[in-house]
């Protein structure tokens, strides 16, 4: 344990000895911690300790389920987990808000860095006998391609981007590619066919669109989910989405997320509209 009783953890001492090792140039940093991922579980017994006196229940003695028929946020060890991935990039930023940069006498390494924070898909829910976690209002959660299951945090902080800012236009992590191509300044090269947009603009508030490398604005964005047991397909342009799922006779499902003025309309993808607007069910299978 270290001086904050926390448990020592190897990917976060790696992240933050790389760093160091290489502040004194251009540096590329891909941090991917062990949480929040399966199996559901903490080292870290105080802050266990915390979450179970939250949440009303009793430390366990022995390892199991200690929330079995109870939904919601009501996992201790899921919450340990979410805990530690937390401090972890507060180490991280501490770092960079404390080191100087020996490029640019007088300031520090985080006044020149970009910092992303993202989830590679939505919150595992777990099932009645293994409650995880609630993504509500959002529909399901992992394995899913309902909102739940791909709709993730994106944070960013970095040189032009305003405090407190956001932006509500949809991007995909595909972007990220040609957005570290474009924070290099460089340019694509002919032969590769990316998807992805550079999304810098819309980081520093530049512009409220996503804009393709051949200059068109992007009109859909696409996901695919291939394991058999939950095999779907879904696709989002504009206010609306739609999914086909595999393993129910190819059921197509249509949702508004949105309304024409911006508003939520049906984030919990709660109304199948696809009988009622068969020229949008068309228009978006096509």
């Known amino acids: 344990l270290d001086d904050e009783e926390r448990p020592f953890d190897k990917p ?11 502040k004194s ?15 559901i579980g903490t080292r870290n017994r105080e802050r266990l300790a915390h979450y179970c006196k939250k949440m009303g229940h009793e430390f366990p003695t022995d390892p199991g389920v200690i929330n079995r028929g109870r939904h919601g946020q009501t996992n201790p060890y899921y919450a340990s987990m979410v805990d530690t991935v937390d401090w972890m990039v507060g180490k991280v930023i501490h ?16 006044d020149n860095t970009f910092v992303m924070i993202s989830s590679d898909n939505g919150g595992w829910t777990g099932n009645d006998s293994k409650p995880i976690t609630d993504n509500r209002p959002l529909r399901a959660g992992k394995m899913s391609v309902y909102e739940g299951g791909i709709r993730i945090p994106f944070v960013v902080r970095g040189p032009g981007v305003e405090a407190h800012s956001s932006c ?21 090269s002919g032969d590769l066919r990316l998807d992805g947009c550079n999304i810098l603009p819309l980081m520093r508030g530049e512009s409220d669109r996503a804009v393709q490398l051949d200059g068109r604005e992007r ?23 739609i999914l086909r799922n595999f393993n129910r006779g190819e059921e197509v499902e249509l949702f508004r997320l ?6 939520p309309n049906d984030l919990g993808e709660t109304v199948n509209l696809a009988a009622t607007h068969p020229e949008v069910r068309n228009m978006m299978l096509a």
């Open 168 to 188: 509500d236009v949809p991007i995909s992590l595909i972007d990220l590619y040609p957005t570290f191509m474009a924070m290099a300044d460089l340019e694509p």
């Open 258 to 263: 949105y309304n024409a003025d911006g508003s």
């Open 95 to 110: 770092f960079l808000e404390t080191t100087d940069d020996p490029r640019n006498p007088g300031h520090k390494l985080a």
């Open 219 to 241: 009109q859909s964005i696409y996901w695919y989910y291939p394991i058999e047991s939950h095999m779907a397909f879904a696709m989002r342009k504009g206010d609306w989405k």
């Open 25 to 39: 140039d251009p540096f590329f940093l891909n941090f991917a911690p062990y949480y929040v991922h399966g199996p």
């Open 12 to 22: 976060l001492d790696l992240a933050l000895g790389f760093m160091n090792k290489h």
